[in-house]
């Protein structure tokens, strides 16, 4: 039986949707990597697994290119609701999706699904929440090295963990470079994504986005909540902004308890129909 997977994009953040209720193949960390891999595979950012139907909600796994897995991704949950319409598993406007970063409320702003707003849940600065090293602390401007350079970091949760730093110019050679450093720093003992961010005004800011189990990457959905969550409370910006990323714009709003909520959109690319003989490679991993 042949595999059949769909690809879809959020602001150049792609993703392979998997559907196990379709497919007879279990995935694994080999089967993941070799399926996300740009030259031996159909390439990824990353697999969406679902839905899983329980009795209250539907849940969703979220597998990063390198096999590992990720507890929450913006882009990821976006483009994982415009399947479930797609599909015929959405018969509302609004419903609950289970991660493994917590529940995201979904609300459809049009008719095709394609525009949607994310209720992504609560934002924390708390150092155990995160995780970060040392005392229970808010990690607010702390000094930390990555790659022998001094940066100041905010770091936060939204369900999975951000290290954010605002620079005056932000680019994807610098990203990289501090990303290759910061994601496995003794700082972080669960990894962690990096943010270098731009203040353009009171209502704006920009990103470049180097992410945990994949690199860097044109968009976040995460990142860009994170990062807006930074910013507010930093006092650089308001609630409301729009995040700009090489992929696109995301609007964010936070709200006086530090709820986060996301509106972007996703688009449908492809069916993909594996041949037998990837699909056997697949299988005997």
């Known amino acids: 039986m042949k595999i059949t997977l769909e690809r879809y994009h959020g602001l150049g953040n792609d993703y392979l949707v998997f559907d196990p209720n379709k497919n007879e193949l279990d995935l694994n ?56 319409k797609d599909a015929g598993y959405a018969q509302k406007k609004n419903y609950k999706l289970l991660t493994d970063g917590g529940l995201v409320e979904i609300t459809y702003l049009n008719e095709d699904g394609s525009r949607l707003r994310i209720s992504m849940g609560k934002l924390s600065f708390m150092s155990d929440e995160i995780p970060v090293i040392g005392e229970r602390r808010e990690v607010i401007n702390e000094d930390m090295v990555f790659g022998n350079t001094l940066y100041p970091a905010t770091c936060v949760t939204i369900g999975n963990p951000h290290c954010v730093i605002p620079m005056r110019e932000i680019s994807k050679p610098l990203v990289c470079k501090i990303g ?106």
């Open 29 to 84: 960390v080999k089967n993941v990597k070799m399926l996300c891999d740009r030259n031996m595979g159909l390439g990824s950012d990353g697999i969406l697994e679902g839905p899983f139907i329980g009795e209250k909600q539907m849940s969703l796994r979220i597998w990063n290119p390198d096999g590992s897995i990720a507890e929450k991704s913006g882009n990821g949950v976006r483009i994982f609701a415009k399947y479930l």
């Open 180 to 285: 290759n450093f910061s994601e496995t720093a003794r700082y972080f003992p669960e990894r962690v994504n990096t943010e270098i961010m731009q203040v353009i005004d009171n209502t704006n800011i920009a990103i470049e986005t180097f992410e945990r189990g994949a690199g860097y990457t044109m968009a976040t959905g995460t990142g860009a909540c994170a990062a807006a969550g930074v910013a507010y409370k930093l006092g650089l910006t308001g609630n409301k902004v729009i995040v700009h990323m090489p992929g696109g714009e995301l609007q964010i709003e936070i709200t006086d308890d530090w709820n986060v909520y996301m509106i972007g959109e996703v688009f449908y690319v492809a069916e993909i129909r594996l041949s037998s003989e990837f699909t056997e490679k697949l299988r005997a991993l």
